[in-house]
């Protein structure tokens, strides 16, 4: 996994709310191997940023040369709700997005970009408004987003400091994947495991049917 | 004087291994479904790693996604794209790469894991159960506890360790007391309680359905309640066994035996929530005022009685929601105060883990029978042995009679990963528990109600009030109140 410590890049807005994991990677291209030259990047809000056609959508922020260099998208509220395909978190790397701020975001999406080294940041609706403000303003402006000390500087040099879950914090500025954290605990594991069979024994154990 | 817990703190406690400093527990996963959805990601990230799984046997993995709902005969052959077929192969060789064991396409117990888990007793009391599927908390009707897993990095991990790291969440009671008027299902009552929360607003929650109306009840019921706690936000859903549970656990296959089962029951009957309890959210609704539901917009809190109208944007004070509500419209191709009954539709479908067991096949068929449906569509029923006692109670008649397909089981039209959609600019009236935008189809309408309702939109051709369309419903009436039960 990636560490994320801090990033200045340049910040996209994408002003709609409730943009579902089906949006940030439609179920047809869900079938797809993802190996590396031939990952997500093109499914990513393929029907926000195509026409029926295939033509690209000149009014949707993500297709403007001024946003090109984008590895930050500053999103409505509630971004990634729907189904909890993982797919959607790969999606957002692949295309090149380093971090998602908004006012909120669905759980398990949350979740699944923190393992995938991406920082969901979440601000109050309106601080966000005006982080849209400024990114409509001067397109291409950048916005530094500081983990460790858990602060977001917009582009009129404001900080606004955001929560995050501290082991998750630690993980993602290190790179550490929960395999590895959890297999330190393997003793307990299988202890726990034995004294679990003996006290219910009927736990099934064999699934062949 | 001992804590008082509630039914889910019970279960939490009992699988926590270790608490990490910054307070994430890590909790042991008595049993784990699979399926093929973004499961290939974990398996080439684990191969790629060199990991094995540790405990291949609490595993199962189950194709339903995938699966297109004809020419089954065929095996993969009989899978026409490429890409559909290549998924559904992945998740065999996978299966055996790892030694899980696999639920394929021919097997005589296919059907949607969150069906076929209970039906065969996977899905019992106090357990811990994941799942690499948003609607993992239907097995919570059981008393288990079930948690959605992401299909990568989470699967992988519990894969690879039988565990996964969780924040404890908080927990959230929703009171149901009363007794559902006619014709109005638990799917009617699951919807109210979105329309209530909103779709963010259980998240971060365990909830614990009870009351009355919950306790009344059946096991189908009760799985339709707790397979639509994420659309109110809560990964948690789940209801404290019962006489109700134990009985229709009894004569399933994986449960325990003889005095094992005695032993299983008498532990059963301490997981409920202790009187005196704290929840730290709690909701109520009467049952009684409960209508039969249906949804409008492009999200399931997006939802109303049926004898509504489609509502103005203008209307909503809350600029955001006002925002959502007019995209959706416009989505919808709905205008405002547009009478709901008045609303054409174009298909049907009837299926999805959600409402596809056989009471829900049930209270279809007991609205199509001797009827002719006007639109296209088709049922697909929960599982393979879902399908076998429809055609063994002449169902599968009924709905060909009316004109629709009798298919096999699987997702099918709840998301169209196998392929069968909702073409652009059709309107489907669905049984099924999304309504996103595409969510059935790209540009695909979709409204959601219950089985009863979806039937009663079939033969009038517009979306109707179950508890008007019909003059003369004896056969009706009769299965209505079997589904209140
Ligand atoms: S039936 Fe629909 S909601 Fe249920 S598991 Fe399948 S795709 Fe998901």
């Keep these: 996994m990636q560490p994320f410590t801090v990033l200045t890049a340049t910040a996209v807005p994408l002003e709609i709310a409730k943009i579902d994991t089906g949006m940030i990677l439609p179920g047809r291209f869900m079938r797809r191997h993802r190996r590396p030259g031939h990952d997500y990047s093109e499914a990513f809000l393929y029907d926000l940023r195509f026409d029926e056609k295939g033509h690209p959508r000149p009014e949707f922020s993500l297709n403007q040369p001024s946003y090109s260099k984008a590895s930050i998208v500053v999103t409505g509220a509630d971004f990634g709700c729907g189904s909890s395909r993982e797919g959607a978190a790969y999606a957002v790397m692949d295309y090149g997005f380093r971090a998602l701020v908004g006012p909120s975001f669905a759980e398990i999406f949350y979740g699944n970009c923190l393992q995938n080294g991406i920082l969901p940041v979440v601000l109050p609706e309106l601080t966000i408004s005006e982080i849209w403000e400024q990114l409509r303003a001067k397109p291409g402006v950048e916005l530094t987003i500081d983990l460790p000390d858990q602060v977001l500087i917009d582009a009129d040099g404001r900080r606004h400091p955001f929560d995050i879950n501290p082991l998750r914090k630690d993980r993602l500025i290190h790179g550490i994947d929960d395999i590895d954290v959890t297999l330190e605990h393997k003793e307990a594991i299988i202890d726990f495991e034995t004294t679990r069979r003996k006290a219910f024994p009927w736990l099934p154990t064999s699934a062949n049917i | 004087m001992t804590e008082k817990k509630t039914l889910f703190q019970k279960i939490w406690d009992e699988h926590v291994i270790v608490t990490s400093p910054q307070g994430e527990d890590l909790l042991y996963a008595d049993f784990n479904f699979i399926n093929e959805g973004q499961s290939f990601l974990a398996f080439d990230q684990l191969r790629i790693e060199g990991r094995e799984s540790l405990r291949p046997q609490q595993h199962l993995a189950i194709t339903d996604h995938y699966l297109p709902t004809k020419n089954r005969e065929r095996g993969p052959a009989g899978i026409e794209d490429k890409e559909i077929r290549n998924v559904v192969e992945m998740l065999a ?42 609607h993992t908390a239907t097995h919570g009707a059981y008393g288990a506890l079930a948690i959605p897993i992401g299909g990568s990095n989470q699967l992988r991990h519990v894969i690879a360790t039988q565990t996964v790291w969780l924040h404890r969440p908080k927990t959230m009671r929703v009171l149901i007391d009363g007794t559902l008027p006619e014709s109005v299902t638990a799917k009617d009552v699951i919807l109210t309680i979105i329309g209530k929360t909103g779709i963010g607003g259980a998240t971060g929650y365990a909830i614990e359905y009870a009351g009355t109306a919950i306790s009344a009840m059946s096991m189908e019921a009760r799985m339709t309640i707790c397979n639509m706690s994420i659309e109110a936000g809560a990964r948690i859903g789940m209801i404290a066994p019962d006489e109700t549970t134990f009985k229709d656990l009894s004569n399933r296959l994986m449960v325990p035996k003889g005095a094992d089962w005695d032993k299983a029951v008498a532990y059963w009957k301490t997981l409920p929530t202790d009187d005196g309890a704290v929840f730290d959210h709690e909701i109520r609704i009467d049952a009684t005022e409960v209508a039969p539901m249906i949804t409008w917009g492009t999200s399931p809190e997006d939802c109303a009685p049926i004898d509504g109208l489609v509502p103005d944007p203008a209307s909503f004070a809350d600029v955001e929601r006002a925002r959502h509500v007019k995209r959706a419209l416009d989505y919808m191709n709905l205008k405002p105060k547009t009478r709901f009954v008045d609303i054409p539709i174009d298909r049907v479908f009837i299926g999805s883990c959600v409402n596809s067991r056989i009471e829900d096949l049930r209270s279809a068929a007991a609205v ?36 629709l397909d009798w298919r096999d089981s699987g997702c099918s039209m709840c998301n169209g990963s196998n392929g069968e959609i909702v073409a652009a600019g059709e309107r489907c009236a669905s049984t099924t528990n999304r309504n996103f935008e595409g969510r059935q189809g790209r540009n695909a309408m979709t409204h959601i109600m219950s089985p009863s309702m979806v039937a009663a939109a079939a033969v009038a051709g517009h979306l109707a009030d179950i508890r008007h369309t019909f003059d003369t419903p004896s056969s009706f009436s009769a299965s209505a109140s079997a589904v209140r039960n």
């Design chain 2, 368 to 403: 199509l029978k001797g009827r002719k449906s006007v639109v296209p569509g088709m049922v697909s029923p929960g599982s393979t042995d879902v399908k076998r006692q429809a055609e063994a109670e002449g169902l599968d008649q009924i709905f060909r009679d009316a004109g």
């Design chain 2, 93 to 134: 060789n996978n299966s055996t790469d790892f030694a899980l064991p696999h639920i394929n396409m021919n097997h005589p117990k296919q059907g949607i894991a969150h069906v076929v888990g209970p039906e065969l007793g996977f899905s019992q009391p106090g357990m811990l159960i994941t799942c690499n599927d948003s």
